[in-house]
T-cell receptor, first 117, second 110 residues
Framework: EADIYQTPRYLVIGTGKKITLECSQT?????MYWYQQDPGMELHLIHY???????EKGDLSSESTVSRIRTEHFPLTLESARPSHTSQYLC????????????????FGAGSRLTVL | AQSVTQPDIHITVSEGASLELRCNYS??????LFWYVQSPGQGLQLLLK??????LVQGIKGFEAEFKRSQSSFNLRKPSVHWSDAAEYFC????????FGAGTRLTVKP
């Protein structure tokens, strides 16, 4: 049973449209992440949050934005989608491990596959 | 800077055969190492992790991995592959910021 939910699972839209990818988790995790996944490429971290009202950009530059108003919710928004944004977007969350400080075990959602025409 | 290399993009094995997926990492300190599996249309699921201690770690679904500091490797193994193991496998390293490899796609022949 999934504890982290992403919607929509699949989205096909035209260029210039605004889209929001939703991500919610029920585990009370304080840390949440967005990764971009393309075939044959490593997962790239595009955004992360360590808690409410905390958001940071990841390793890969992205035109998307995120917000963290509630612990369980971490939506990603593209104001004006372009074909270059076509990708799979994975949301993940984590909590500090009980034994080792700083090491995170990530729980992933099923992903949102975005196609921009 | 930390990095992960998975040298094999695609591996095909026969059902019942043994499996080894390679992972090499670059990390400045004692690494936290992970293997995740992704089935088609799904997110990533944790198979196993290494933080410290015994260098041979056991995971779910009969998988194990061995940490070799001298070789900067964390290879994943399974003695007998099942058809349901067909998936994409990702090695990852890191603590607060995880770095993933590009993945190895496993095909299982009947």
């Amino acid at each position: 049973e999934a504890d982290i939910y992403q919607t929509p699972r699949y989205l096909v839209i035209g260029t210039g449209k605004k889209i929001t990818l939703e991500c919610s988790q029920t585990m009370g995790h304080d840390k949440m992440y967005w990764y971009q996944q393309d075939p044959g490429m490593e997962l790239h971290l595009i955004h992360y949050s360590y808690g409410v009202n905390s958001t940071e950009k990841g390793d890969l530059s992205s035109e998307s934005t995120v917000s963290r108003i509630r612990t369980e919710h971490f939506p990603l928004t593209l104001e004006s989608a372009r074909p270059s944004h076509t990708s799979q977007y994975l949301c993940a969350s984590s909590a500090q491990t009980e034994i080792i400080s700083g090491a995170n075990v990530l729980t992933f959602g099923a992903g949102s596959r975005l196609t921009v025409l | 800077a930390q990095s992960v290399t998975q040298p094999d993009i695609h591996i095909t094995v026969s059902e019942g055969a043994s499996l080894e997926l390679r992972c090499n990492y670059s990390y400045g300190a004692t690494p936290y190492l992970f293997w995740y599996v992704q089935s088609p249309g799904q997110g990533l699921q944790l198979l196993l992790k290494y933080f410290s201690g015994d260098t041979l770690v056991q995971g779910i679904k009969g998988f194990e991995a061995e940490f070799k500091r001298s070789q900067s490797s964390f290879n994943l193994r399974k003695p007998s592959v099942h058809w349901s193991d067909a998936a994409e496998y990702f090695c990852a390293v890191g603590a607060s910021h995880m770095r993933f490899g590009a993945g190895t796609r496993l095909t299982v022949k009947p």
